[in-house]
Structure formats: C-alpha cells, structure tokens
C-alpha cells in the first residue's frame, strides 16, 4: 500500500468513526482498528485526532478550491453551472452528515473551530466569491462587493433545501427545480431575464 492510499484510508476510517461515535469521544484506537492498521501506523501518518480531522476537512471541501472554467459560457449559463456544481456538493448525503458532526462537536471540541478557522471555511472565500471577483475584474458585470453577492446567492438558491436537509431531514429537491431556481436567482441577481432553455451544460 502506498503512502497515499494509507492516507486516504485512514481519512476514510475516521470519517466514519467520527459519525459514529462523535469527535470528541472518538479515539485513535478507534479509528487504527476501523482502517485495521496498527496506532503505530498510524500515528506515524497522522501525529493526533486533530490532524486527522484536518485532513479530512481538505480532503472533503477540496471542491471548494478546485478552479472554474467555464469556457466563456454567457453570464447566466456559466453562474447556474457553478451553482449547480455547488448544489452537488452542499446537499450530497456526505456532506450534511460532516455538517452536523460540526454543529454538534464545536461547542465542545474546540480543535474543531480552530480547524474551520485555519482553513477559512464559511468565510465567503468560495467558488461563488471568487466567481464574482473574477467577472468584476474581467469588466463583466459591476454589482460591487464579491462576498456579499456570493452570500446573497447561495442563500436564495441553497439555503432552504439546505437547512431543511440538515435539521429536518427532508428530502434533497429533485435536480430540476434546483436548476430551475438557480437560473431564476442568477437571472434576477445579475439583472438578465431568465431563460426557460439553457443548455444541459448546466446541469
């Protein structure tokens, strides 16, 4: 086994006892006999607990720090792209599952807010951010500040079915009305008027 499938097991292995048994009472035993590797193993990949959360918080927002092309796609088709892959990501099963492990162990694990911190998660530094600063610089579009427009967004396209997956475990909404209000917000947000066919490549 290579040292980066080793890694990629043992971020597996905690991910899974992390939602099992909470972070804060998980242990290094638990997570060495989940991989069925030795604590020697793996402490010598990772040297505590908090490392380990770490790593899988990088491993598992990486989506988050993966470029966008869009391939000169017009405004709308190119933001309801980005908001369609985003949606992928927020409301994936995995996903809400690591949220709640947040929500309900910060207060108690302090390493696990020192880890959002460190790694500057929740602070408006996204794909959306970065998509509005991006169209400002290139003279695309003038709506001012990128981090409130990102927050604006996000929050008219995915906070709903969001919060509703995460604290009353309703359904994810079907992909063809998450992709119909994204075309909607985007349309209204960058003042176009919404079109009813854009292309699958938004989908």
């Known amino acids: 086994m290579s040292a980066q499938q080793r890694r990629a097991l043992l971020v597996d292995a905690a991910e899974q006892v992390f939602l099992d048994r909470g972070y804060h009472n998980a242990t290094m035993d638990d997570v060495a006999q989940q991989a069925s590797m030795s604590k020697k193993t793996l402490y010598q990949v990772f040297p505590a607990k908090a490392a380990l959360f770490d790593a899988l918080l990088i491993d598992r927002l ?21 908001l369609m892959r985003m949606a992928d990501f927020a409301l994936s099963p995995r996903q809400i599952a690591l949220v709640r492990l947040m929500i309900a162990e910060g ?97």
């Open 62 to 82: 990486a989506v988050l720090t993966m470029p966008y092309e869009d391939d000169g796609l017009p405004l709308v088709e190119s933001l309801v792209a980005l």
């Open 107 to 203: 207060p108690r694990s302090p390493e696990i807010v020192e880890a959002l911190k460190r790694l500057e998660i929740g602070r408006g530094r996204g794909p959306l951010e970065r998509w509005f600063a991006r169209k400002t610089e290139q003279g695309a579009i003038d709506l001012g500040d990128p981090q409130e427009n990102a927050s604006i967004l996000f929050g008219m396209v995915l906070a709903e079915p969001w919060c509703g997956m995460l604290l009353t475990n309703d359904p994810c909404p079907p992909r063809d009305v998450l992709h119909g209000r994204a075309v909607r917000c985007a349309s209204l947000l960058l003042g176009a008027a919404p079109c009813a066919t854009l292309s699958d490549r938004c989908c």
